[in-house]
């Protein structure tokens, strides 16, 4: 039972790290222009250097939006993981981590929210860019929406013994 908890501990930490990673960094998409590659993120476009990301006003709203529920999926997945600590040292055997799975769930959602909207609103549109394909924070924003997943759904299965 200590290795299960450790192995999910471990997993949790990763996804938060990652979960960082993916909304701080500007690699979600990537394209080459004639001077050197062009890759954009949440916040900005970066050349050989890095300016505010231009977004037309009709998409500005759904950038905002992602944004928004990134750094939610953040704090949500960090409140978890303090939660399971505190939970790991104030449950009685055989309790459940109901509240941490729950809120690991909410984490999960505000991920998929976030990575839905990128996905039909910011793919394949790229300024002054040919040939765009997603980049690694783009990967690492879906790899951490099913991290978020079954970390949270073996929380809410998970029995302290």
Known sequence: ML??????FVVHIATVIMLFVSTIANVWMVGSSNYANISTGLWL????????????????????????????SIIFSVVALILFIIQLFTLEKGKRFYVT????????????????IYTAR?????????NPHHGYCFILAWICFCFSFIIGILYLVLRKK
């Open 101 to 116: 799975g729950a809120v690991m769930l909410v984490c999960w959602m505000c991920v998929l929210i976030a990575v839905s």
């Open 122 to 130: 910011f793919t394949g549109t790229m300024v002054y860019a040919a």
């Open 45 to 72: 476009l970066c050349n050989k250097t890095c300016t505010q990301l231009p977004v037309s006003s009709q998409d500005e709203a759904s950038l905002k939006a992602v944004q928004a529920f990134m750094i939610l």
């Open 3 to 8: 290795v299960l908890l450790a192995g999910i």
